[in-house]
Nanobody
């Protein structure tokens, strides 16, 4: 059973930065996919970024158009942790951010919520304008 724990959320000013972390444990996939999603009040959960790797080699990343050029997804193999570096934050980035994990060999778009089997509890990001 994969367990995911997010951290790093908080309050930031517009134009500022935050780095979210997602620490994973208990996983058994040989090829992984992990994604970051967010959900603002009254809105549906939406895709933010995704990453796939196998044998420690990252071979795929993708971003929502709304965060391209501002957010970066990365992974630390030694710490079994995926990060979301968020720069040039905007008020509209305010949301609860969730990380998710799934089998990287699974067919289907990793931008979809249904692609993932495991979810973290979420971390709040609030950007003041």
């Amino acid at each position: 059973q994969e367990q995911l724990v997010e951290s790093g959320g908080g309050l930031a000013q517009a134009g500022g930065s935050l780095r979210l972390s997602c620490a994973a444990s208990g996983g058994t996939f040989t090829t992984y996919a992990m994604g970051w999603f967010r959900q603002a009040p009254g809105k549906e959960r939406e895709f933010v970024a995704a990453i796939r790797w196998s044998g420690g080699i990252i071979y795929y990343t993708d971003y929502a158009d709304s965060v391209k050029g501002r957010f970066t997804i990365s992974r630390d193999n030694a710490k079994n942790t995926v990060y979301l570096q968020m720069n040039s934050l905007k008020a509209e980035d305010t949301a609860v951010y969730y990380c998710a994990a799934g089998d990287g060999l699974k067919h289907g778009p990793p931008q979809s919520l249904n692609y993932y089997e495991y979810w973290g509890q979420g971390t709040q990001v609030t950007v003041s304008s």
